[in-house]
């Protein structure tokens, strides 16, 4: 996700779709200078999101490991249960 942004403002990226703004009347450059900033916000939205969803991921990736040991915290009490493979308990 971090390599988004970085491809589309290359020299051979997207970014090429509003080179020679220069030769746009000003009411164009002044949209396409918007729609750039747009495109550049929605970039870090999206990269703040993917930040989150992995952390998300993360704190799955250990409960998920927690209840497999059979390890549950409920308020201040310890609860622990062998879980058999079996599915039995």
């Excluded at 703004?21 to 929605?42: G, N």
């Excluded at 870090?44 to 998300?56: I, P, R, S, T």
């Excluded at 998920?64 to 409920?74: A, S």
């Amino acid at each position: 996700m971090l390599n988004e942004w970085e491809t589309f403002k290359s020299s051979d990226g997207d970014i090429g779709y509003f080179l020679n703004l220069d030769s746009y009347q000003a009411p164009l450059q002044d949209q396409a200078h918007r729609s750039l900033r747009t495109i550049k916000e929605m970039f870090e939205a999206l990269q703040k999101l993917h930040q989150q969803l992995v952390g998300l991921q993360d704190s799955c990736r250990n409960f998920t490991k927690d209840v497999r040991l059979g390890q549950i915290v409920f308020g201040n009490h310890f609860y622990a249960k062998i879980i058999f493979a079996d599915g039995l308990s």
